[in-house]
């Protein structure tokens, strides 16, 4: 069959034409995770695979691999240890129990604001990931209990409501009242007019909570509210008044929050806000190592980390021998460990020494804070631990840290 030719009033060349719909959504998407904004991107969350540990091939199939192959099985390797693991601490698992048997006290109440939590600490200690692992765990147990509850939506005043259990909201520095009920606005994904008050959009807000089944609620990075003596009444009226309005439970993360003005307003002998009152106050720690049981847990920690990785010359073990230098490298900081690990793991890849040890985290730089603390306070012992003490930690009273 011939092809015929093109008409008169068709151009010869077409250079700018594109096959139409040649890339779609999320084409252009950074691979790894952002802080959730909407409860769209709180569902990419929920949903998001990390990627899967690669297999430790032998050496020498290793070493048979083309050029290409070993390009590929090195990007799934360094993509696994960018995401390492988290580390579910015990200090994870205390404050999850205690959130969930507060949520379970809130449940049925009678009308009025229920009590929620405040989870204090030092910057970098891992308080966000807590919490939305926390929230992560929630809302996969509801989908298991509860999947008619995904499948339904209904139309009030031309927007979709769906089932969302969760909010999560990242506070923006210096945020006012209003800022708060902007960000619970749009994460709700729920529309007010140019102009409305802060008392417009939080009824709004709320209505739209009620409407959607919100059964917790995170406020991370709530030191940035203005909590100054000046705003501090303020902001917590407004808290006050919107756990007053919904059933959901309240979560707090911030730096400093047991002195700020969450907790204590004006002078004298009344300085407790109705915040404190409200809330339980739990503090999150860097590790210890003064007991043998603070000694075993910061050994588990670093168990876990070096069990995720894929080196091809890496002996396990060696990391756990490096125990109280990893203390010290990082002030018992979680965060600071994984940021350690992780830089040393991608080191070891493209260098190709394949290993971990104490010459290569000598050379890893990682923040500033535990940086300067490590240099001002700790040298480096002269001489690496023995094999025995590897595999056996012992502190200086003979203590094993490792059972």
Known sequence: MTTPDPSDDQPD??????????????????PGLSEPRTKEEWREYLDY??????????????????????????????????????????QMKSIHHQIRRRM????????????????????????STLVKTFAYDFEHELRLNHPDRYDKKYIVDGRVIDYTPVVYVNIPSQATPKDLSIALAEYLGQHYRS??????????????????????????????MDLSLKEGKVVNDHLKHIANHTAATFIYTGVDL?????????????????????????????YGIRTRAEKEDWVSVITAMEEALVLYRHQHGTLVGEWKY??????????????????????????????????LLGTIVINEHAQSTYDAMWHEEPLPPSPEQRHNPEDEDGQAAAG
């Open 258 to 286: 047991k002195h700020s003005g969450l907790f204590l307003e004006g002078t004298g002998g009344r300085r407790a806000t109705q915040t404190a009152g409200r809330n339980l106050l739990l503090h999150m720690t860097p």
């Open 195 to 224: 102009g409305a008050t802060k008392s417009d959009i939080t009824r709004l807000v709320l209505e739209n909570m009620r409407r959607v089944g919100v059964e917790l609620v995170i406020i991370d990075d709530a030191h940035f």
């Open 49 to 90: 695979v990390l990627p899967p540990k690669p297999v430790l091939l032998p050496l020498e199939v290793y070493g048979q691999l083309s050029t290409e192959e070993q390009r590929r099985h090195n990007a799934a390797r360094v993509a696994h240890h960018s995401a390492l693991v988290i580390v579910r601490t015990s």
């Open 13 to 30: 060349e077409q250079p700018d034409e594109q096959p139409e719909e040649a890339y779609g959504p999320g084409d252009f998407k950074h």
């Open 326 to 359: 990893l203390y010290r490298r990082t002030g018992g900081n979680i965060s600071s460990l994984a940021e350690l690990i992780r830089e040393a793991a991608a080191d070891a890849v493209l260098t190709g020494t394949e290993r971990i040890d104490r010459a």
């Open 104 to 127: 379970m006290t809130n449940s049925f109440q009678p009308a009025g604001a229920r009590r929620g939590i405040v989870l204090d600490g030092p910057a970098t200690l891992g308080k």
